[in-house]
């Protein structure tokens, strides 16, 4: 693993590896990138080899610690058997002077040879024989001798028959234990004999010979635990079994130990071989589980692989979004900010900040009151802001005075919407805020420059009625002049006064007076400047007074008014001298329309009535009517169809029935000539 991290790292290796290296600075990154994206299925395939060399270690070890299991117990089984003869042979030398001491054997001489002839020793016949080689006795008894006396002896033919004679010639020249070669008595089954020369002081007594079974030391001196584990079979020279000790059970063929059986030899051979086990399923569920989570973590690296692919993509995908965010956040004007619940600024933009003067971190974490928030109307936003984060923002937008940084006053327009989070949950409020402190001082300029238009076009109006106004108070002054004249005559004549005269001749003079105070009161309330007083008013009453203020320059104009006021026409919010206003210029543009027409033709009809949810004022000429072109551009500024118009009527007219949130529409006059409609919601709105 160091070379192969290294390899990238190493430049001796880059020529050869990457042979555009010299021409390409950027090939050894994309190498190193290379080798980072196998890196992880080069570590997984080493994790997986030392998985499998551990398993396999460690089924090796395991068996290398069953063959040494097997080892050591087989020299353990020696060692036993090798004890076990080594203590029979001693038992047979000291017991052997007693056998040749007397013909007959003594009650203690027969149990000491009862004893060794049990099972614990492993022999099954003992026998003494002279130093010539005949038999003195045996124990057990031999068949064909019982019935006779202790002490016959036998041929030396018969001794040989039952005792190798090179065993006991061996034993009694060497003067040590001597075992013979195995053989297997007709009916029995295979023995080996140990050969003890008996000796005294003085000279040898004879030889002591032990029989044993070969099966029954093979069965009886091996312990139970060592049948359990191991089949334990005695081979002579030609391989050919000669006893065994076994249970049905299957061998293993791999753990087997042969040794030769020294003592007795003589081409005897012991082979042990292990039992196999049973099926150890804990390994076997253990190997499986490794090779499933090697399976599953094969797997999961591929699916993680693959996973990772497509976060590389998503997140490539998520940067290219942010900075395409980014870039058009940077670029927006309108400020944008988003809240928590509890009114805390979690998020201002660029555009934000600059409009407030503030920087990100400066706002950011601050809960209310604000600093961009305006000292002087503290409460009021406030109080905006509680509204805000219970109910949200107007749809069309809140108002609100701010304050920059710098101190200077900010007006801004606020649209708040309810900011969701991932999981579908209200997590706060995001607002937009726009500044509309130069719209405001625009719009407010306007309106005054409107103001100061609408003035000017009711002194227009007045400067064009001025003549007829003059004839209009000259008869009131003329008449209020000609009774005071009368009163004054009738008071230097001599004759009685009559006071009932004079009663009613000043009456006149008041009548007359109080006519030329309306003129002049209804004159400069039509001129006067003042702001829009938006009250509730009868629409009738100001319809009234406009149609007072025109009634002379109908006259002269040879026009006649008709007017109809509804009775039960509700009252609507305005300002009167501007309502006042759009009635005198359309009666005025309904008289202009009607010079060509006769003079018995020439009649206006001014009336109110309710439409709906409107009140409507309608006042209808029998004129030529309005052309299409002229249609299409009515409302424009600067645009009449008056030699001597400014063009400017009609766009105030309408101006004003926007401000009012109402509508000034036209249509044809089924008489002839055109109806001009002014309509004025009835229900009470603040502007």
């Given at each position: ?196 020369p008996a000796w005294t002081d003085e000279a040898q007594l004879g030889v002591v010979i032990g029989v044993y079974s070969l099966s029954d030391l093979v069965v009886r001196e ?348 509700p009252q609507v919010t305005a300002d009167a001298v501007m309502i006042e206003q759009i009635v005198v210029n359309l009666v005025r543009n309904a008289m202009d329309a009607m ?27 029998r004129g030529a009517g309005i052309g299409e072109e002229a249609a299409a551009r009515l409302f424009e500024p600067f645009f009449t169809t008056k030699q001597e118009g400014m ?41």
């Open positions: 693993m160091r070379d192969i991290r290294k390899g990238p790292k190493d430049p001796s290796h880059e020529p050869r590896t990457h042979p555009m290296n010299d021409a390409s600075p950027g090939a050894p990154l994309h190498t190193r990138r290379q080798w980072l994206q196998y890196l992880p299925y080069l570590s997984l395939t080493l994790f997986l080899a030392a998985i499998a060399a551990l398993v396999w270690l460690t089924r090796a070890h395991d068996a290398d610690e069953q063959r040494t299991t097997l080892i050591n117990d087989v020299l353990w089984m020696e060692q036993n058997l090798r004890f076990h003869l080594d203590r029979n042979e001693i038992h047979l030398r000291e017991i052997g002077p007693e056998l040749f001491a007397a013909r007959e054997l003594s009650a203690q001489t027969e149990a000491r040879l009862a004893a060794l002839l049990g099972q614990e020793f492993g022999l099954v016949r003992i026998l003494w024989l002279s130093p010539e080689g005949e038999l003195l006795g045996t124990m057990p008894p031999l068949a064909h001798e019982r019935g006779v006396e202790t002490g016959n002896a036998l041929t030396a033919a018969d001794a040989r028959s039952l005792a190798r004679e090179a065993a006991f010639r061996l034993a009694s020249s060497i003067g040590r234990p001597v075992y013979g070669a195995h053989y297997t008595p007709p009916g029995e089954q295979p023995h080996f004999e140990v050969h003890v091996l312990p139970w635990w060592f049948s359990e584990r191991y089949r334990v079979a005695v081979l002579d020279a030609d391989g050919k079994e000669v006893a065994a000790k076994s249970k049905v059970a299957p061998l293993s063929a791999s753990l087997a130990y042969t040794m030769p059986f020294d003592p007795p030899g003589h081409g005897l051979v012991l082979q042990i071989t292990a039992y196999k086990s049973d099926t150890r399923w804990v390994p076997i569920l253990l190997g499986a589980s490794i090779l499933l989570l090697a399976v599953i973590i094969v797997w999961s690296v591929t699916q993680l692989r693959r996973q990772l692919a497509r976060r590389q993509q998503a997140e490539l995908a998520l940067r290219a979004e942010s900075a395409f965010r980014k870039a058009m956040e940077d670029s927006m004007l309108t400020g944008m900010r988003a809240r928590d619940l509890d009114g805390r600024l979690s998020y201002v933009n660029s555009a934000f900040c600059r409009m407030t003067g503030y920087a990100p971190d400066e706002l950011v974490g601050r809960s209310p009151p604000m600093p961009y928030w305006d000292p002087e109307h503290l409460d009021q936003t406030l109080e905006l802001h509680r509204q805000i984060m219970t109910s949200g923002s107007d749809p069309e937008g809140t108002e609100v005075r701010l304050r920059r940084k710098n101190g200077e006053a900010l007006d801004a327009l606020v649209f708040e919407a309810p900011l969701i989070d991932a999981s579908g949950r209200h997590a706060g409020w995001m607002g937009s805020v726009l500044d509309i402190t130069e719209q405001k001082r625009a719009r407010e300029q306007a309106r005054q420059q409107e103001e100061r238009l609408q003035q000017s076009s009711r002194l227009i109006t007045m400067g064009e009625m001025a003549s007829t106004l003059a004839h209009e108070l000259n008869q009131p002054l003329a008449a209020i002049a000609s009774y005071n004249s009368g009163c004054i005559n009738r008071l230097e004549d001599t004759r009685p006064i009559d006071r009932q005269e004079l009663l009613d001749i000043h009456g006149r003079i008041a009548r007359q007076a109080r006519r030329a105070g309306e003129i002049i009161r209804r004159v400069h309330d039509f001129v006067r400047r003042s702001e829009p007083q938006l009250a509730p008013l009868d629409l009738n009453t100001v319809v009234g007074d406009a149609v007072g203020l025109i009634e002379a320059d109908a006259r002269k104009r040879h026009t006649r008014l008709r007017v109809q006021l509804s009775p039960d026409l010079r060509t027409t006769a003079h018995d033709k020439r009649v206006v009809d001014v009336s109110t009535r309710l439409d709906g949810r409107f009140a409507t004022v309608s006042v209808a000429d063009g400017m009527g009609l766009n105030i007219c309408r101006s004003i029935a926007e401000l009012h949130r109402g509508r000034l529409s036209f249509g044809d006059n089924p008489e002839g000539g055109t109806i001009f409609t002014l309509s004025l919601p009835v229900e009470t709105e603040s502007a």
